[in-house]
Structure formats: C-alpha cells, structure tokens
C-alpha cells in the first residue's frame, strides 16, 4: 500500500504528460470495483491505494478530498470523488476531456 507521503514522493518523479491517476480504495467495496471498471474501460492506467485500516490515510483522504467514503479517484492531484462522480462526469461528456488533459480541466468542473 502507498502511504501519503511516498505518495507525494512518487508523484515529484511523474514523467511530463503522463496523468496521474490515483483511486483510494478498501477490499469488498463495490463501489470501488466499479470505479476501476470505468478507468480501465477508458484506457486509464492508476494507482490504487487500499486504505482499509489505515487511520491515517484515512483522515488524510478526508481533508483532501472532503469525503470520508471510497473509492476517491485523484487526477494529477485534484480530487474528483467517487465512482456515481465520475460516472456523471461520463454520462456529461466531460470525463474524457478530463482524462486527456489531466487537472486543468478541473478549472471547468
């Protein structure tokens, strides 16, 4: 599992244009397997970091993204909620625009 902190380290060494994708998930979350499902269905690669049992990336999940549920998908660092959110995003048309050109779509949300 990757901790908040090699999480940080881990993206100062992304490769220019590529997106980062990352779903914090937990085990036996359906919600979850239906987010992953999606991404994938778009070609997205991520990381996934189960944060089941981890209080402190828990509470870190929760003030960075202002929910406290998984999953909780970040691109290139800005939160964009779980798997109904993303899948609103699709149903809008917007979720590739966002996939293309990583957060400076976020600008737009």
């Known amino acids: 599992m990757i901790r908040p902190a090699l999480d940080a380290r881990l993206r ?13 998930t937990t085990p036996f979350c359906g919600y ?3 987010a992953k499902q999606l991404l994938a269905s778009k070609g997205v690669k991520y990381s996934e970091i189960d ?3 981890d209080h ?6 929760a003030e960075a993204s202002g929910q406290r549920t998984v999953p909780q998908v970040f691109i ?3 939160p964009y ?3 109904t959110d993303l ?13 293309r050109s990583g957060a400076t779509s976020a600008s737009t949300m």
């Not at 402190?56 to 999940?61: D, F, I, N, T």
């Not at 899948?87 to 996939?99: E, K, S, T």
């Open 12 to 24: 100062r060494h992304k490769l220019v244009g590529m997106l980062d994708v990352r779903i914090y």
């Open 32 to 34: 979850c397997v239906r």
């Open 51 to 53: 944060v089941a049992g």
């Open 56 to 61: 402190r990336a828990r509470r870190w999940l």
């Open 76 to 78: 290139d660092d800005q």
């Open 81 to 83: 909620g779980g798997y």
């Open 87 to 99: 899948l609103a995003l699709d149903r809008q048309g917007r979720l590739d625009g966002i996939l």
